[in-house]
């Protein structure tokens, strides 16, 4: 089992048709749903990946 890694969500969570991100959280739907069976590795990577992605 994963080890506790906060997730990004901010509780705004709109899925914006062009982009595929969420409006809050800016990440994909794929990572929403694998968020909580994701290693801490993976986690870290996308929340660095995350201040480089756009919603729009």
Same mark, same amino acid.
């Given at each position: 089992?994963?080890?506790?890694?906060?997730?990004?969500?901010?509780?705004?969570?709109?899925?914006?048709? =062009?982009?595929?991100?969420?409006?809050?959280?800016? $990440?994909? +739907?794929? *990572?929403?749903?694998?968020? =909580?069976?994701?290693?801490?590795?993976?986690?870290? $990577?996308? +929340?660095? *990946?995350?201040?480089?992605?756009?919603?729009?």
């Amino acid at each position: 089992m994963a080890e506790p890694l906060d997730t990004p969500c901010i509780g705004l969570c709109r899925i914006n048709p =062009r982009s595929g991100l969420c409006m809050g959280c800016l $990440r994909t +739907l794929d *990572e929403i749903a694998r968020w =909580r069976d994701m290693d801490p590795q993976e986690r870290r $990577r996308i +929340l660095r *990946e995350l201040t480089y992605r756009d919603p729009t």
